[in-house]
Structure formats: structure tokens, C-alpha cells
């Protein structure tokens, strides 16, 4: 027996406010044997073999809301066991000749991780690629459809890790030039994943659906070698995986020659010229760093000068600054006292407009000549002369007989009919006109000291700037042409290392094509030491159903399986015990334990005869049917105390199968009680509350 196919290391769901990671892994990153996920309903036991499954290229995500608001992609990491080619020690890194490989055997497997990650959101047929575990997934990912009409897709991946890639089934088996169709990974999953439904639905085997009936009774003679079916089949996948390695070749072969036309050498010559590079450059800058060191020891003489050459710089910048900001001030104030100009002359011109256009100046009677004493005058909305009405007419100026500031106590309209003094406004806008001037007088004489002052700093510092060239001139100029020459060999040697780099990549692209070619021939020694092995065995299906009915029944014996008598699978392999097919025993805890016996029947041979199962076994529910709050009503068979007893050996059979001939195999299983005897292999315990972390799988969603 030897270890092959896919373990489940952990499944990690990338949210928005934060990462849920479940872990069936051991402190060294080992697959478990056995994990029990327990806890109570509706926590998210069940969504995780659901995400398990999505990342494995199943259709759909699982879409309840606290899903939906807080995930957005599922990362599954797993551990294969890949072929290594006849030699290769098991602790060696994979190396690959660019030249063709030989069509040597493969022997052995090597432990290899990935990270499998789909998004539930956006472009969620891709399925991304890592090498490496969760912490450490590396490089750019490979991107695989989830559809497997795709050229690359993930059931052709995960057909690879299995050792059944490129095998085509029959539509119809009895024919013998009946329509073929590829393998996919989905045909597999009835034989890792039993659900939660499939334990008492009276569907196992898929028979009410012929068609998928059908192609799991191929799966199952390909998986056990059964020559009737499986010779056909790797055929075709000795015929495919020629066809591959034959275009694998031409097309690595021309990338090498691509190559060797650039004047690309192998790996070695690249490293020593890599190596070359690093010397050159660092030589070069070394150099570069002694003549700057040389030059600044040259003209240490000059630094007093230096110094005051910065300073007057720094006192020029400075004076620039202030000439700028003096003459902003200016260019804004000279707007403002063209305005108060404006505004003094258009007091002055009502002033003079009072004086000259007074209407109300008449002192004498016109009638009689007499002396109008007081002279006439408007009072309230009157002519004191004429008593004439004057309802529009209101001109303070009318009223000589009012003083500036004062009220005649009279009211028209409500409102107080007041003189305004025009000359006291005219005084205060003349004074601020008078301040403004000066001001800008201030302003202006500013500008040119500093104006004045800006000019002699420039030539201040444009005397010393000439002056410490002219005095370091000669200390300098020697090193300038030799700077400039290693200044040169500094970006030659670092566009060479460049040009090193590009040529290894170049060369590790031809390497990793170099290595498919050698996988795809390890696959096809493999294709044809199988057949030639099924050729000279030739195992019919009659021996393999006897094997499946016997270790049938040893399950359901260890199961202790109330009268249990003539257990068997038929050649459709749906499973029988007392003369009676499994759906008709008629009780439901003995459909659930029929199911689980059927399932670990085909696992557990399939493992130990090197069959081309995946290697792990997902089980939702184990109990249902059997625990007292599981039972269905007038399911009578099998009592509260024969089910207690019958559950414990189900675990007690799953861990001496496991640790015995099972050993390096995988069971993930979901219970909500498990037994106290297997609490060491609880992974994850949901709480279902709040008050006790973790609530479920998405442990801070604990409202409904």
C-alpha cells in the first residue's frame, strides 16, 4: 500500500472584517487522519465541506446572508502526493534537465502543497493556483476554470493529482464503439463526499438517475482496475498523454533553441556571469565613491569660502522674498486708493451741489416784499409759505432751519426725516485717503531697499560662485573625464546583471516546460506499467464485487448491525443485507448505517489497494437517524441503547481501520455529539452561543 492523492490541510474563508480558519491539520502541518467538526445546528458545520467543495470545482457557494456580507473568497489548502520520477529521493527539490527527459518509471510520491482559492463574488469560475500552504503561498498563481470544457481547468488538475487524467467513459458501457466522454473530478465526488441527504434518501448509488448511475459504475472499475472497462480507458489515456508529451517536446525543444540563437547558455553560465555582474558593479561603484572621495579631499581648501558662497545664497533667496511680498502689498493697495479717491470726490460734489441748489432760499414774501420771518421752510409734509401738501417731496436740505444731527420731531410715513452732515463723512474718508497715501509711501520705499538690497545679494553671490570655480577649477577638472568614465562602467555593469536577469527568466520559463515534459513522461510510464499490470492480473468484476460484499460485511459486523445476515453488493453496486436491496429494510437508522458501510467499503478497499480514489472521505451526519433527537418517529428497530452502542462502534471502526491499514488516509467528519471516546479528535466545537466563542463558522455573526 502506498499514500497517493489529495489531503485536506485547512480551509480558510477570506472576509471583509476579518479571516475564519478551520484547521485539520497537526502542529507540523500534517493531514490528520481523523477530524470531527461538532457543534450545534445551524453554525456552519455543513457549509464548511460546502466550501470544500466549491474550491474543488463544484457550481455553487453556499449563500446564506452571513456568508454573502462577510466572505468574499474560500482558500483551501491540500496536500498531494505527486509521482516522482525512478531515482528521486523523496527529500529532494524537484529538479528538471532542459534537455529531454527518459521515459524512466515513476516509483514513488512526493508531498506537494497548494492553495486552491475561488472568489464567491466577481469572476467566481476561476479558480487560482498556489504553491506552497496558507502562510506561505508563493509566486504568481496558475488560473484554472471551474468549467470543464475549459482547456485548463481544475477537475484536469485534480484528475493529475489522482492519476486519472485524460481517461474518457463510455455513455453507454456495452457498446464497444459507444460515444466517450472526459472523466471529470465531479464524476469522483459520491465517493469522498457522502451528504448529509444521500444517508437515507434511498438515492446512494445514484440509482434513480441512470445516467449518473452509470458513469459511477465506471468510476469504480477505473479506480479498482477491473480490465473490462479500465483497458479501453488507459488506452485512450496512453494515446492522449503521447499526443501531449509529443507537442511538449517540440515546443521545448524550440524554446531551447530560441535560446541558444540568443547566445543563452545553461544555468551555471548564467550564475558565473551573474556573478561577474555583481563584481563589476560593485568594482565600478567602489570607484565612483573613491573619486568622489578624492574630489572632495581636493577642494577641502575651498570650504570657508563654500560656506560663505551657500550663506549669501541663502541671504539673496531671502532677499527675493521679501521684494516679492513688498511688491504683492504694493499692487493690491494702489486698487484701494484709486476707490477712496473716488469716493472723496463724490462727497465733495454733494457738498457743493447743497450749497450751490438750494430750492427753499426764498427770505422775502413775493406777495408783499415783506421779510419772512422765520424764512420758509417745509414742515412735516407741508410748505410753511403756501401750506401746500408735498407728499413725495422730502429734502433734508428744504429745511435750513434744521441743524445737522437734529429732528423736527415729525414723522412721515414712520419714518424720522434726519440731515446728514455729508462734510463730517467727507473728513473721515479724506483722513483714510491721507493714511492709505502714506502707507503706500512706506511700501514703496521698502520696495526699493529692497529692491536695492536683492540686487547687490545676487551679485554678491554670483561674485563668490565665480570665484570658488575659479579657484576650484583646477582641483576638479582632472576627475571630471574619470567620473564620467566610471560613472559609465557603473550603468554598463548594472544594464549586464539586467540583461543576466532576463535571460534567467527566459531560462526558467524553457525549465518549468522542461519540467512538464518529464511529469507527462513519468505519466505515461505509469499509464503503461498499469496496463501492463492489468493485462498480466486481468481482474474481473465477479472478484472485485466479492471483495466489496465481503468487506461489506466485516463493516457492518463492526458496526454491530442488528440481524444482520447476507450482506452484499450486486454487480450495479447497490448494497443488500438479509435477501432485502438497502431501501427496502424500512428503517431509517438502518438506511444511515447501510449508507456509511457501502461508502467506507469502496474508501477503505480503494486505499488499500493502491486503487485511484482521492485518498480522504468527507461524512455529514453520521448519526443521523441514530441519535435520539435525530430518530425519525416509529423507527423501532434500533433502540436508544442498541444506537448509543452502534455509534461508538462506527468511531471505534474508523479509528482501527485508520491506524492500521488505513494509516496515511483522511476522514473529515460533521456530528453534532460526537462520542466522548473521540473528543481528542475534535478539530472545531461550534457553541451556538454568543456567551461561548466560537459561535459557528463565522464566529462574529451572532445575530439572526
Not at 438517475?209 to 477505473?222: E, G, S, T, Y
Not at 473721515?428 to 529692491?451: C, F, G, M, P, W
Request: charged fraction near 30%; charge should be negative; aromatic fraction near 6%.
Amino acid at each position: 500500500m502506498r499514500e497517493f492523492g489529495i489531503r485536506i490541510l485547512a480551509l480558510q474563508l477570506r472576509g471583509y472584517r476579518k479571516n475564519y480558519l478551520v484547521n485539520f491539520s497537526d502542529g507540523n502541518g500534517n493531514p490528520n487522519p481523523l477530524s470531527i467538526i461538532a457543534g450545534q445546528i445551524t453554525t456552519g458545520k455543513t457549509t464548511i465541506f460546502e466550501f470544500i467543495d466549491y474550491c474543488l470545482g463544484a457550481s455553487k457557494h453556499p449563500e446564506h446572508i452571513e456568508i454573502v456580507e462577510g466572505v468574499q473568497t474560500a482558500r483551501l489548502a491540500i496536500m498531494a502526493y505527486e509521482p516522482m520520477l525512478e531515482g528521486e529521493d523523496e527529500s529532494d527539490e524537484p529538479e528538471t534537465s532542459i534537455e529531454e527527459g527518459s521515459d524512466a518509471a515513476r516509483w514513488g510520491f512526493r508531498e506537494t502543497r497548494y492553495v486552491l482559492e475561488r472568489s464567491i463574488e466577481g469572476n467566481a469560475n476561476s479558480v487560482r493556483v498556489f504553491n506552497g500552504g496558507l502562510e506561505d503561498a508563493s509566486g504568481f498563481p496558475r488560473v484554472l476554470s471551474a468549467d470543464i470544457s475549459a482547456e485548463e481547468n481544475i477537475s484536469k488538475f485534480l484528475l493529475q493529482l489522482c492519476g486519472l487524467d485524460g481517461i474518457r467513459l463510455r455513455q453507454a458501457p456495452t457498446k464497444a464503439d459507444s460515444a466517450t466522454h472526459a472523466l471529470s473530478f465531479r464524476d469522483l465526488v459520491p465517493l469522498w463526499f457522502l451528504t448529509n441527504t444521500r444517508l437515507d434518501n434511498k438515492n446512494l448509488t445514484l440509482e434513480h438517475h441512470p445516467f449518473k448511475a452509470n458513469k459511477l459504475r465506471q468510476v469504480v472499475d477505473l479506480m479498482f482496475d477491473i480490465y473490462d472497462e479500465v483497458g479501453s480507458a488507459l488506452g485512450e489515456q496512453i494515446n492522449q498523454l503521447r499526443a501531449e508529451l509529443a507537442e511538449e517536446r517540440a515546443g521545448s525543444k524550440a524554446l531551447w533553441a530560441f535560446l541558444r540563437d540568443q547566445g543563452i547558455t545553461g544555468p551555471l553560465q548564467l550564475e558565473e556571469r551573474d556573478q561577474e555582474c555583481d563584481t563589476a558593479v560593485q568594482r565600478a561603484r567602489r570607484e565612483l565613491g573613491q573619486l568622489d572621495a578624492q574630489a572632495g579631499d581636493r577642494t577641502a581648501f575651498a570650504s570657508q569660502l563654500r560656506e560663505e558662497y551657500l550663506m549669501r545664497s541663502q541671504q539673496a533667496r531671502e532677499a527675493g522674498a521679501r521684494l516679492r511680498d513688498r511688491e504683492t502689498l504694493l499692487r493690491r493697495l494702489i486698487p484701494l486708493r484709486a476707490q477712496y479717491s473716488d469716493d472723496v470726490r463724490k462727497l465733495t460734489m454733494l457738498v457743493e451741489a447743497r450749497r450751490l441748489f438750494d430750492p427753499l432760499s426764498v427770505a422775502v414774501c413775493p406777495v408783499c416784499a415783506s421779510e419772512l420771518n422765520p424764512p420758509a421752510s417745509i414742515e412735516g409734509d407741508r410748505c410753511s409759505l403756501c401750506k401746500s401738501h408735498i407728499p413725495d417731496l422730502i429734502h433734508h436740505s428744504h429745511n435750513r432751519s434744521m441743524r445737522p444731527g437734529e429732528s423736527d420731531g415729525q414723522e412721515s410715513d414712520g419714518n424720522s426725516v434726519q440731515d446728514i452732515d455729508v462734510s463730517k463723512e467727507l473728513r473721515s474718508t479724506q483722513r483714510r485717503l491721507n493714511e492709505l497715501k502714506e502707507y503706500i509711501e512706506k511700501v514703496d520705499t521698502e520696495i526699493r531697499h529692497a529692491r536695492k538690497v536683492s540686487s547687490e545679494s545676487d551679485a554678491l553671490t554670483l561674485s563668490l560662485q565665480r570665484q570658488l570655480d575659479s579657484v576650484t577649477h583646477d582641483a576638479v577638472t582632472p576627475l571630471l573625464a574619470e567620473r564620467d568614465r566610471v560613472a559609465r562602467a557603473v550603468s554598463d555593469a548594472e544594464a549586464a546583471k539586467k540583461s543576466v536577469e532576463q535571460q534567467r527568466a527566459m531560462l526558467q520559463s524553457v525549465e518549468a516546460k522542461a519540467q512538464h515534459v518529464e511529469l507527462l513522461t513519468g505519466r505515461l510510464s505509469e499509464a503503461n506499467k498499469r496496463l501492463r499490470e492489468l493485462q498480466d492480473n486481468q481482474r474481473g468484476k465477479d472478484d472485485l464485487l466479492n471483495s466489496l460484499s465481503e468487506r461489506f460485511g466485516e463493516i457492518l459486523t463492526d458496526f454491530r448491525f442488528p440481524k444482520l445476515s447476507d450482506a452484499e453488493i450486486d454487480r450495479q453496486l447497490i448494497p443488500h443485507v438479509r435477501k432485502l436491496r438497502y431501501d427496502r429494510v424500512g428503517s431509517s437508522g438502518a438506511l444511515t448505517l447501510l449508507a456509511l458501510a457501502w461508502e467506507l467499503t469502496l474508501f477503505e478497499l480503494a486505499y488499500e489497494e493502491d486503487g485511484r480514489h482521492p485518498g480522504f472521505l468527507l461524512i455529514d451526519s453520521p448519526q443521523k437517524n441514530l441519535a435520539p433527537e435525530g430518530r425519525k418517529s416509529g423507527d423501532s428497530e434500533i433502540s436508544d441503547s442498541v444506537a448509543g452502542v452502534i455509534v461508538n462502534k462506527v468511531y471505534a471502526h474508523l479509528r482501527n481501520w485508520l491506524s492500521n491499514a488505513g494509516e496515511g488516509a483522511q476522514v473529515i467528519v460533521i456530528d453534532n455529539v460526537p462520542p466522548a471516546a473521540v473528543e481528542d479528535f475534535v478539530c472545531v466545537r461550534f457553541s451556538g452561543d454568543p456567551e461561548k466563542p466560537p459561535y459557528g463558522l463565522i464566529d462574529d455573526a451572532t445575530s439572526a
